[in-house]
């Protein structure tokens, strides 16, 4: 099946900082998305890639689609506490499971005021 | 705000018993999907369905589980004879389409004693 490498598994910055994380996967994805979860919530989307190489931002967050269709990035800047939680990435394959997500194992952030 | 809701949020059963997990979709949305997530995990396809069909449950144990998403009323999540490998956070989403962006729910949070 499908896998996703995510990383860092977790990250302690402090607040004001920037901080990326990414995905990589063994198989080619359509679609690329980035979930925030917090404690006892479900994943909240923060930002979906529908073309390799499309950049989006969404606030102080900025997600891009890698080339090769089997990378994402997230960028958080000038991160603030609230910005704690997972950010879990998501990829969609093509052709008849084009519904299912993949999930990575998410990043922890912690935010240090 | 007409949200995924899922109840219960929390559920605790004695191993052997059933557990049964509700989750309407959004307004307007016709395809439900119901993920697991263990502990410091991402989250794990099980099962999609559309009104009165189950589309691809290959995600779904063979055994014990079983899913539902009646003409009427919610879709049902059930678990039988429940194991304490069963406890995991269980969330559903909806979408307005195969394919579509997916809207997860706040999860429901079984432990099995």
């Known amino acids: 099946g499908q896998q996703l490498n995510q990383s860092p598994q977790s990250m302690f910055i402090q607040e004001g900082e920037d901080v990326s994380m990414n995905c990589t996967s063994s198989?080619?994805?359509?679609?690329w998305l980035w979930y925030k979860q917090d404690p006892g919530e479900g994943p909240v989307l923060l930002i979906a890639?529908?073309?390799?190489?499309e950049l989006t931002s969404n606030g102080r967050l900025t997600a891009q689609f890698g080339i090769t269709r089997k990378d994402s990035f997230l960028n958080i800047s000038a991160s603030i506490p609230s910005d704690v939680g997972i950010y879990f990435c998501a990829g969609r394959g093509s052709g008849g499971s084009n519904y299912k997500l993949t999930f990575g194992k998410g990043t922890l952030l912690t935010v240090n005021p | 705000n007409a949200g995924v809701m899922q109840n219960p949020r929390h559920l605790v059963r004695r191993r052997g018993q059933e557990a049964r997990l509700r989750c309407s979709p959004m307004?307007?949305?016709?395809?439900v999907y119901w993920y697991r997530q263990l502990p410091e995990e991402g989250l794990k396809f099980m099962v999609y369905l559309q009104k009165e069909n189950i589309i691809d449950e290959s995600g779904m144990p063979k055994e014990r589980f079983s899913a539902e998403f009646p003409k009427e009323g919610p879709s049902i999540l059930r678990i039988q004879q429940v194991v304490r490998g069963d406890s995991a956070a269980y969330f559903c989403?909806?979408?307005?389409?195969?394919?579509?962006?997916?809207?997860f729910g706040e999860g429901s949070r079984l432990t099995v004693l």
């Open positions: 307004k307007g949305h016709s395809h």
């Open positions: 198989s080619i994805f359509n679609t």
């Open positions: 890639l529908y073309k390799a190489g």
């Open positions: 989403a909806s979408s307005p389409s195969d394919g579509g962006e997916l809207f």
